[in-house]
T-cell receptor, first 114, second 113 residues
């Protein structure tokens, strides 16, 4: 069974802190994604990665960076957390099997920045 | 560019009622279409998908048909249950980058006993 795990379900940080959100998938998927989900705004893509050490900006990359040193792990980094980054963060992975790939999601991390 | 438009929620129904959640899209080419569901406190999971025109995706009593002529992919269920209370997202494959999905804003469904 497909499994995507995220390091924390809930996280509280202070403004200015460096924050790491970790995502691990056990399916040998090539593609991994970070989204944030906010009420009324749906899912917005922050960054995605299609291979180790490869990344592409999504729709809202400002204030975020990512790291993919191993195929199974994709990290989202908030260099200096701000209150407007309080949100639900969702990680997903996918594998190309012709056409558009089905994405598999983790349970999410609800981040609060005080 | 490509986009997805879902009916706004929240939608409130009584148990055993018929459900329709409208989804229309704008896209170049013939993208794959998806419905995802997010139960309270959880991540999203794939509910069903269709990869070409006139395909019908189905799962857990839900159905959606890929209608090219009306550019629609409406989600239907004949008899909803309390356990179907969730947020439903329509999405389409990005023609410019088929690794990515373009998402609707989601429709919240509450089913009362």
């Amino acid at each position: 069974d497909v499994k995507v795990t995220q390091s924390s379900r809930y996280l509280v940080k202070r403004t200015g802190e460096k924050v790491f959100l970790e995502c691990v998938q056990d399916m040998d998927h090539e593609n991994m994604f970070w989204y944030r989900q906010d009420p009324g705004l749906g899912l917005r893509l922050i960054y995605f990665s299609y291979d180790v050490k490869m990344k592409e900006k999504g729709d809202i990359p400002e204030g975020y960076s990512v790291s993919r040193e191993k195929k199974e792990r994709f990290s989202l980094i908030l260099e200096s957390a701000s209150t407007n980054q309080t949100s639900m963060y969702l990680c997903a992975s996918s594998y190309p099997v012709g056409g558009t790939d089905t994405q598999y999601f983790g349970p999410g991390t609800r981040l609060t920045v005080l | 560019g490509d986009s997805v438009t879902q009916m706004e929620g929240p939608v409130t129904l009584s148990e055993e009622a018929f459900l329709t959640i409208n989804c229309t899209y704008t896209a170049t080419g013939y993208p794959s279409l998806f419905w995802y569901v997010q139960y309270p406190g959880e991540g999203l999971q794939l509910l069903l998908k269709a990869t070409k025109a006139d395909d019908k995706g189905s799962n857990k009593g839900f159905e959606a048909t890929y209608r090219k002529e009306t550019t629609s992919f409406h989600l239907e269920k004949g008899s909803v249950q309390v356990s179907d209370s969730a947020v439903y997202f329509c999405a389409l494959g990005d023609a410019g980058n088929n690794r990515k999905l373009i998402w609707g804003l989601g429709t919240s469904l509450a089913v009362n006993p």
